[in-house]
């Protein structure tokens, strides 16, 4: 399987929103000062629940 690409257009991960298969969100990381870029691997609706880093639902790809 080909590595992901990071898309320049990232959007952040919010609560009540559609993610589709493949669709990435970014996430604050206040430690490392930067954007953890993260993959759907489960369409979902977004809940407190099911953010990033579940498993279940997302994959890490990387950091901006």
Do not use: F
Not at 33 to 60: I, K, M
């Amino acid at each position: 399987m080909p590595g992901a690409v990071i898309s320049n257009a990232t959007r952040i991960w919010d609560i009540n929103v559609h993610w589709s298969l493949y669709s990435q969100c970014g996430t604050w990381d206040p430690k490392g000062r930067g954007v953890d870029v993260w993959e759907c691997v489960l369409a979902h609706y977004s809940t407190s629940s099911t953010s990033p880093p579940n498993h279940v639902y997302w994959r890490y790809i990387g950091r901006r």
